[in-house]
């Protein structure tokens, strides 16, 4: 049994998804459902005995606390969080809520339910907190990609948030011991990603025939790894890791955003073109750059890759094929969870402000 965090969220979801369909080892799943968390990534796992959906705050002490003493979990995965940037500039309180206070109130959970196992089982015990490589700062074009020993220089209230947490996990491994595992990776790609993201906002907003927002010139640069092979690697990092270490995990794909909106719109051409006969790049339209925003990320991943034996199965070539024809396969998911808070966030980013 593992007890995940978050697992209605988009990565959390494939996670689990993921895992149920290699391991009968059951997963129990803390999650808020936000506006970023949809039961419906989980449809297919209805009336399954080895999930266990459990709607709830993992700042809620007692009832972390009551999951693990009923669960008896040999790990905790960590993916709840705020997670998108943009927010985190409009309204930072959430992001310090539960990605600062609500890891801290699930390390004291886990910690007090570790110290209390039995030896075997407390030796076994692992806690694996996901994390993001935005920790870093930004890199110089010329710079070398960021390993695990870089300083953490985050800028936005996102990141900061995150390595706060990812510093509280440190210490808890530090000060009390616990078994904590953190990795640290870029940005993720593929099916469930709420479409206030980069590439499903792109096909979203292209197949509804709406301008495409690229930020600023366009021009900054991020490593791009397919959500599957992120899952991979953190039931590798579970498996094997070593105690207190830290995994960057990365796709070695560096891209201009402006050339991912390229991508999509050749692939959006091919696969379901435009009425029109007309390209989707003409939709493309540039607006007001992001405050603060990082410039370059990039991961060196050479550490997983050498220790632990993992290696990404998708090249961006695949794996941004498969995640548009997901978004084509799957118009009433978008439909759905393009209505309510998603409305409503969408108005405050681009007509609001
Ligand atoms: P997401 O926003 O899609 O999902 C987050 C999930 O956490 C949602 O289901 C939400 O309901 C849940 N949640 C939020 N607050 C909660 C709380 N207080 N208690 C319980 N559940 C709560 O995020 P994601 O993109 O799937 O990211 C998952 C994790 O991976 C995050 O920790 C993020 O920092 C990290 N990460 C993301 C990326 C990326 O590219 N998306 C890259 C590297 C690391």
Redesign the pocket.
């Given at each position: 049994m593992i007890l995940v965090?978050?697992?209605?969220?988009?990565?959390?979801a494939n996670f689990v998804l993921d895992w149920l369909a290699q391991s009968q080892e059951p997963i129990v799943n803390?999650?808020?459902?936000?506006y970023?968390?949809?039961r419906e990534n989980l449809a297919e796992l209805e009336g399954d005995a080895r999930h266990a959906f459990v709607r709830?705050?993992?700042?809620d002490s007692a009832l972390v606390a009551a999951l693990l003493a009923r669960h008896r979990p040999r790990a905790i995965v960590?993916?709840?969080?705020?997670?998108?940037v943009d927010r985190s500039i409009l309204g930072p309180e959430e992001f310090i809520?539960?990605?600062v206070i609500?890891t801290f109130r699930l390390l004291e959970a886990a910690r007090h339910y570790w110290q209390a196992l039995p030896a075997p089982e407390k030796a076994a015990f692992r806690f694996l907190h996901?994390?993001?490589?935005e920790v870093y700062g930004t890199l110089a074009s010329d710079a070398p990609a960021f390993s695990e020993t870089n300083a953490y220089e985050p800028n936005s209230p996102y990141s900061a948030s995150?390595a706060a947490s990812d510093h509280l996990v440190r210490a808890w491994a530090h000060t009390y011991g616990l078994p904590v595992l953190t990795t640290?990776?870029?940005?993720?790609?593929g099916p469930y990603?709420?479409p206030e993201?980069l590439i499903p906002l792109m096909i979203v907003n292209a197949l509804a025939g709406k301008t495409l927002p690229v930020y600023g010139d366009g021009q900054q640069v991020r490593d791009w790894l397919y959500v599957k092979d992120?899952c991979s690697a953190i039931r590798r990092v579970l498996e094997a890791g070593a105690p207190g270490q830290t995994y960057n995990v990365g796709g070695c794909n560096e891209r201009a955003n402006i050339d991912i909106v390229r991508t999509v719109c050749a692939l959006l051409d091919e696969l379901r073109p435009r009425a029109d006969g007309q390209r989707y790049a003409a939709q493309i339209g540039f607006v007001k750059d992001r405050p603060g925003h990082d410039r370059r990320y990039a991961i060196d991943a050479r550490k997983i890759e050498r220790e632990l034996g993992w290696r990404p199965a998708e090249t961006f070539e695949t794996g941004i094929r498969k995640t548009v024809q997901w978004y084509l396969d799957h118009p009433d998911w978008v439909a759905r969870v393009q209505s309510g808070a998603y409305r409503e966030w969408v108005h405050k980013q681009y007509v609001e402000s």
């Open positions: 965090t978050g697992g209605a969220g988009f990565i959390g803390l999650d808020k459902l936000t970023a968390g949809n709830g705050d993992i700042g960590h993916f709840a969080a705020e997670s998108h809520q539960t990605n609500g996901v994390s993001t490589d995150k640290n990776c870029s940005n993720n790609y990603h709420f993201k992120h």
